[in-house]
């Protein structure tokens, strides 16, 4: 069974706003990854955050985690049409196997 | 550099027969997944394994039998290919727990 599940499941956005998605998930986790997939490709591994961390950053990402809450949230800022994808969290729960919510499509439009 | 490859990229087979799909990654890494994707079901693992002849079931095991003999290679072999398995499968790697996935580009399999 999925542990994460991805809110909302598509989004459509103009070229420069931000896109933001959310991830709750049931149990305790290590850490929480999310990952991009593009249309016919594999997922890509975008961002890791520790379940001892609260925020962090990378290029146009921010991502924050409330484990009281157990839910995620990824932000892409000034978002491009190359972001059009799909974005899945990914949970792990001290297994050393990751578990996928079932994704929310970005689509950007120019 | 390669990464992690596999092979097929896409496969027809009939039904009852028996298929193989390869992953082969570069790097060592000890921790290799197996996962098929399907509309509305996300991800889901198949088998995954922690390092050569260690493999364990994952979530939807059922019809599907895997080996690691080497630390790089990891075969799917769908014994005798139902319908129902029709589906894209992902190879995955890492090296350590915890770290993040490395994923193949996907192999497209439909069984008819």
């Known amino acids: 069974s999925q542990q994460g599940e991805e809110d909302p499941q598509a989004l459509s956005i103009q070229e420069g706003e931000n896109a933001t998605m959310n991830c709750s998930y049931k149990?305790?986790?290590?850490?929480l990854q999310w990952y991009r997939q593009n249309s016919g490709r594999g997922l890509v591994h975008l961002i890791l955050?520790?379940?001892?961390?609260r925020e962090k950053h990378s290029g146009r990402l921010r991502v924050t985690l409330d484990t009281s809450k157990k839910s995620s949230s990824l932000l892409i800022t000034a978002s491009r049409a190359a972001d059009t994808a799909s974005y899945f969290c990914?949970?792990?729960?001290?297994?050393?196997?990751?578990?996928f919510g079932a994704g929310t499509t970005v689509t950007v439009r120019a | 550099d390669a990464g992690i490859t596999q092979s097929p990229r896409y496969k027809i087979t009939e039904t009852g027969r028996q298929v193989t799909l390869m992953c082969h990654q570069t790097?060592?890494?000890?921790?290799m997944f197996w996962y098929r994707q399907d509309l509305g079901h996300g991800l889901r693992l198949i088998y995954y394994?922690?390092?050569?002849?260690?493999?364990d079931k994952g979530e939807v095991p059922d019809g599907y039998v895997v080996s690691r003999s080497k630390t790089e290679n990891f075969p799917l072999t769908l014994e005798s290919a139902t319908r129902s398995q029709t589906s894209v499968y992902f190879c995955?790697?890492?090296?350590?727990?915890?770290?993040?996935?490395?994923f193949g580009s996907g192999t497209r399999l439909t069984v008819v």
């Open positions: 995955a790697s890492r090296l350590l727990s915890g770290d993040g996935y490395t």
């Open positions: 149990t305790s986790i290590n850490n």
């Open positions: 955050i520790r379940s001892n961390e």
């Open positions: 990914a949970t792990d729960s001290n297994d050393y196997k990751l578990s």
């Open positions: 790097w060592s890494h000890s921790y």
């Open positions: 394994s922690a390092a050569a002849d260690i493999t």
